[in-house]
């Protein structure tokens, strides 16, 4: 079974402050890999997605990938109250269209 | 407008009484996937569709149906709802020659009595 671990949360972090979400997935052959942001009752937003080893920036966010380690995290710098939502973590078994695998998702507050 | 559309967006019904939640995509997408999505159970896909007649089942797939008669429109049919088919649905569609990201709908809250 697939799996993609996520810490549910909820994590708190005072304005301005920098957020790390953290997820692991048990599936080694995994090829990209995304941060998707989703207010309570709402449609889950992509963020950013990744798929090379490393880093990769986007404003605010910043996408972490460690394929050795089976890791991917998101930094978000300078967080603000609207960051607060629930990031849901994804990854796609195979490069294109393929059944993603969601965490449960870690849900965020910001406290200004 | 790049869109996936559902409808309705608010339902409460009744157990038994056969319904249907509309999904529409604007994107050419071959790809095209039903979640539901509970408190504390995260994401569960239902069912999804690789192409046109083409339909697979997802992780619960009981008591769904779908059809994928036109490669624009995907539409979840619950053939006699019961009270465990509570939940908030997403719709959503997948391009091809990229990663794979998933471009959700709205979503639709359902609620059967």
């Known amino acids: 079974q697939k799996e993609v671990e996520q810490n549910s949360g909820p994590l708190s972090v005072p304005e301005g402050a920098i957020a790390s979400l953290n997820c692991t997935y048990s599936?080694?052959?995994?090829?990209?890999f995304f941060w998707y942001r989703q207010y309570s009752g709402k449609s889950p937003e992509l963020i950013m997605f990744i798929y090379s080893n490393g880093d990769k920036e986007d404003g605010r966010f910043t996408a972490q990938l460690n394929k050795a380690s089976q890791y991917v995290s998101l930094l978000i710098r300078d967080s603000q109250p609207s960051d607060s939502a629930t990031y849901l973590c994804a990854v796609n078994p195979i490069w294109g269209q393929g059944n993603l695998i969601f965490g449960k998702g870690t849900k965020l507050s910001v406290k200004p | 407008e790049a869109q996936v559309t559902q409808n309705p967006r608010y339902l409460i019904t009744v157990t038994g009484k056969k319904l249907t939640v509309t999904c529409s995509q604007n994107m050419n997408h071959e790809y095209m996937s039903w979640y539901r999505q509970d408190p504390g159970l995260g994401l569960r896909q239902i069912y999804y569709?690789?192409?046109?007649?083409?339909?697979d089942k997802g992780d619960v797939p009981e008591g769904y149906k779908v059809s994928r008669k036109e490669k624009r429109n995907f539409p979840l049919i619950l053939e006699s709802p019961s009270p465990n088919q509570t939940s908030l649905y997403f719709c959503?569609?997948?391009?091809?020659?990229?990663?794979?990201?998933?471009?959700f709908g709205e979503g639709s809250r359902l609620t059967v009595l």
């Open positions: 959503a569609s997948q391009g091809q020659g990229r990663a794979g990201e998933l471009f």
């Open positions: 569709s690789m192409n046109v007649e083409v339909t």
């Open positions: 599936d080694r052959g995994s090829q990209s």
